[in-house]
């Protein structure tokens, strides 16, 4: 199994600002994902954090306000940049999946006043 | 591409009762699925997992789902339910050759003393 630590775990942000969350998992892991889950909704994927190169966005999400960084197998940061009220959710980072489990950090709760 | 539709939005349940949750996957392949819970301000737990192996998956406390191909179903189940079991609840499918996960929409299962 794989241990997620996120953090912040919740903020406060003024609009027209950016926050960086981080992700770190225990293990090296091939892959690690990026989801939001608005208010009172499902989870959505943003994005794959790929090691090495460019993330891989989800159709509805691009990296001038969404951008990642993924330096290594075990870390990986994802940026809410000119943020507004609309982006207000929780983000989660995740780790692993296909056919095994994916693990989940316990996300960062973002309110944008 | 592949999907799920989770049919309930919200269950109610009296303790000790059982508790369905019912849930309809597309996929052009066989598919892995999952079922994850997720605790008011807690992160995702995986109850169960099916990948390909026996029909019938037993997962964690009590939980069980059976995949019916032929139903394109995979509902969950709880012979009686308690109190600790409310929570939301997610249907998830995988890719077949990559990570990534899509979820249901949710269902609210509420537990009456």
């Known amino acids: 199994s794989a241990v997620i630590s996120q953090k912040p775990s919740r903020d406060i942000c003024q609009r027209g600002t950016s926050l960086t969350i981080q992700c770190q998992v225990d293990?090296?892991?091939?892959?690690m994902f990026w989801y939001r889950q608005q208010p009172g909704q499902s989870l959505t994927l943003i994005a794959t954090a790929n090691q090495g190169s460019e993330a891989t966005y989800e159709s509805g999400f691009v990296i001038d306000k969404f951008p990642i960084s993924r330096p290594n197998l075990t870390f990986s940061t994802l940026t809410v940049s000119n943020m507004s009220p609309e982006d207000s959710s929780i983000y989660l980072c995740?780790?692993?999946?296909?056919?095994?489990?994916?693990?989940f950090g316990q996300g960062t709760r973002l309110t944008v006043v | 591409a592949q999907s799920v539709t989770q049919l309930d939005s919200h269950v109610s349940v009296s303790e000790g009762t059982p508790v369905l949750l019912r849930c309809n996957y597309s996929?052009?392949?066989?598919?892995?699925l999952f079922w994850y819970v997720q605790h008011p301000n807690k992160g995702l737990q995986l109850l169960l997992k099916?990948?390909?192996?026996?029909?019938l998956v037993k997962g964690i406390n009590g939980f069980e789902a059976e995949f019916k191909k032929s139903e394109t179903s995979f509902h969950l189940t709880k012979p009686s339910a308690h109190m600790s079991d409310a929570a939301e609840y997610f249907c998830?499918?995988?890719?077949?050759?990559?990570?990534?996960?899509?979820f249901g929409a949710g269902t609210t299962v509420t537990v009456r003393a």
């Open positions: 998830v499918v995988s890719g077949r050759n990559d990570y990534k996960l899509s």
């Open positions: 995740s780790a692993g999946g296909m056919n095994t489990e994916a693990f």
């Open positions: 099916y990948t390909s192996a026996a029909t």
């Open positions: 996929s052009s392949y066989s598919p892995s």
């Open positions: 293990s090296q892991v091939t892959m």
